[in-house]
């Protein structure tokens, strides 16, 4: 489905179309994207958290035997990659449950184990285009059992049975996308986009765990992130020094979020090696001259 509201409109249209009967929605709280869909979710359905990542502060996601699932349980929701803290989900819970994905951040820059996953949803404002779009992958059971008493547009089965043009669909986002899809198809598909993932976080990850402690990642290493690697400097100070020497010299956008400060590079699939190249090269210059 081409749907438009972002991932945030997903937030409820899964609660709304999933939780009937009196069955219950189990939510990993993984970080803030995970926390705001199950806020959304407990207003509109019975939600509970399976596993908290409050406490180590989001550092890390859980090992598949730390979460629990409750009886009566419908689906489990992961987000599988969170922005703000850098973290990724390298290994799928092992839930009794079908899964729910936002994978807003990191589609198409991996392999999907869709065997496990009942509907996955994406806005598509990082790997697949502008924003403006949401693409929402749906089990035929899923979208067949949309409830009755919703407004249409909440209604998975209304946008399926429409062809996704229940209303005036966003069209240049759509067009977009397409061409996008096509682009990551002549690199070689998800394979290819997986390995240069890989490559280009590998290379500024090396720099940071090369750097003597001068860069720091607050992320368990199991859990870091490909598509955004964040990191802190020795302190508060240096790290605006090191933003504004970045932008000077072309580096843009590397500051962390407000809520946790640092510095963060994204790096989704449009990101060509040469821009991680970049970001290390610069790196280096500035510790050898505030080491």
């Given at each position: 489905?081409?749907?438009?509201?972002?991932?945030?409109?997903?937030?409820?249209?899964?609660?709304?179309?999933?939780?009937?009967?009196?069955?219950?929605?189990?939510?990993?709280?993984?970080?803030?994207?995970?926390?705001?869909?199950?806020?959304?979710?407990?207003?509109?359905?019975?939600?509970?958290?399976?596993?908290?990542?409050?406490?180590?502060?989001?550092?890390?996601?859980?090992?598949?035997?730390?979460?629990?699932?409750?009886?009566?349980?419908?689906?489990?929701?992961?987000?599988?990659?969170?922005?703000?803290?850098?973290?990724?989900?390298?290994?799928?819970?092992?839930?009794?449950?079908?899964?729910?994905?936002?994978?807003?951040?990191?589609?198409?820059?991996?392999?999907?184990?869709?065997?496990?996953?009942?509907?996955?949803?994406?806005?598509?404002?990082?790997?697949?285009?502008?924003?403006?779009?949401?693409?929402?992958?749906?089990?035929?059971?899923?979208?067949?059992?949309?409830?009755?008493?919703?407004?249409?547009?909440?209604?998975?089965?209304?946008?399926?049975?429409?062809?996704?043009?229940?209303?005036?669909?966003?069209?240049?986002?759509?067009?977009?996308?397409?061409?996008?899809?096509?682009?990551?198809?002549?690199?070689?598909?998800?394979?290819?986009?997986?390995?240069?993932?890989?490559?280009?976080?590998?290379?500024?990850?090396?720099?940071?765990?090369?750097?003597?402690?001068?860069?720091?990642?607050?992320?368990?290493?199991?859990?870091?992130?490909?598509?955004?690697?964040?990191?802190?400097?020795?302190?508060?100070?240096?790290?605006?020094?090191?933003?504004?020497?970045?932008?000077?010299?072309?580096?843009?956008?590397?500051?962390?979020?407000?809520?946790?400060g640092g510095v963060r590079a994204s790096l989704y699939n449009a990101m060509p090696m040469a821009g991680a190249e970049a970001l290390v090269d610069?790196?280096?210059?500035?510790?050898?001259?505030?080491?």
């Amino acid at each position: 489905l081409l749907l438009q509201g972002g991932a945030t409109l997903q937030f409820s249209m899964v609660p709304m179309n999933l939780l009937t009967g009196g069955q219950r929605g189990a939510y990993v709280l993984s970080g803030s994207w995970a926390a705001k869909a199950f806020e959304d979710a407990s207003l509109l359905g019975d939600a509970y958290p399976a596993w908290d990542g409050e406490a180590s502060r989001f550092d890390r996601m859980p090992a598949p035997g730390d979460v629990e699932v409750t009886a009566g349980t419908r689906y489990l929701h992961v987000t599988s990659n969170e922005t703000i803290g850098g973290i990724q989900m390298w290994e799928w819970p092992a839930a009794s449950v079908p899964l729910v994905g936002d994978m807003s951040s990191d589609i198409m820059s991996r392999p999907v184990p869709w065997e496990h996953f009942d509907l996955v949803y994406a806005g598509a404002q990082k790997n697949l285009g502008p924003a403006g779009a949401t693409v929402v992958i749906a089990r035929s059971s899923v979208v067949d059992a949309s409830p009755d008493g919703l407004g249409a547009y909440l209604r998975y089965d209304v946008h399926r049975d429409k062809g996704s043009l229940y209303n005036t669909p966003p069209v240049f986002a759509i067009w977009v996308l397409g061409k996008t899809l096509r682009w990551v198809q002549a690199q070689g598909g998800v394979a290819a986009m997986a390995a240069l993932a890989a490559a280009k976080a590998g290379l500024v990850y090396e720099a940071i765990d090369g750097s003597g402690g001068f860069y720091r990642s607050p992320v368990a290493e199991g859990s870091r992130s490909l598509m955004n690697v964040v990191f802190r400097l020795p302190s508060e100070d240096l790290e605006q020094e090191f933003l504004t020497a970045a932008t000077a010299g072309g580096l843009v956008n590397l500051e962390g979020h407000r809520s946790v400060g640092g510095v963060r590079a994204s790096l989704y699939n449009a990101m060509p090696m040469a821009g991680a190249e970049a970001l290390v090269d610069f790196m280096a210059g500035f510790r050898a001259r505030h080491a």
